[in-house]
């Protein structure tokens, strides 16, 4: 079993800039793709980026240019840099590990991430 631990949430404004991390309580370099999913209120949960070994990433279109995933495996830890932040980024963002389809082995608590003014 591994734990994933969020961290860096918070409030930002519009045009703003924040960076989660996401701590694994064992190494990640087993445990592909990890990644970053999103849920806003009174939506669904939606894939934001993921990074797979030995560095591959994808995004999804409404952060690509804004968002960068990486990791530290030294740290057991993956990030997510979010720039030019915008208030439709408002969710609460989680950690997500082993990431099949719509379903991940591994899932943090989430972090909640506000943009506004």
């Known amino acids: 079993q591994v734990q994933l631990v969020e961290s860096g949430g918070g409030l930002v404004q519009p045009g703003g800039s924040l960076r989660l991390s996401c701590a694994a309580s064992?190494?990640?370099?087993?445990?592909?793709?990890m990644g970053w999913y999103r849920q806003a209120p009174g939506k669904e949960r939606e894939l934001v980026a993921t990074?797979?070994?030995?560095?591959?990433?994808t995004y999804a279109d409404f952060v690509k240019g804004r968002f960068t995933i990486s990791r530290d495996i030294a740290k057991n830890t993956v990030y997510l840099q979010m720039n030019s932040l915008k208030p439709e980024d408002t969710a609460v963002y989680y950690c997500?590990?082993?990431?099949?389809?719509?379903?991940?082995?591994?899932w943090g608590q989430g972090t909640q991430v506000t943009v506004s003014s």
């Open positions: 990074i797979r070994s030995p560095g591959r990433t």
């Open positions: 997500a590990g082993g990431i099949n389809g719509g379903v991940a082995d591994y």
């Open positions: 064992r190494s990640i370099l087993g445990i592909n793709p």
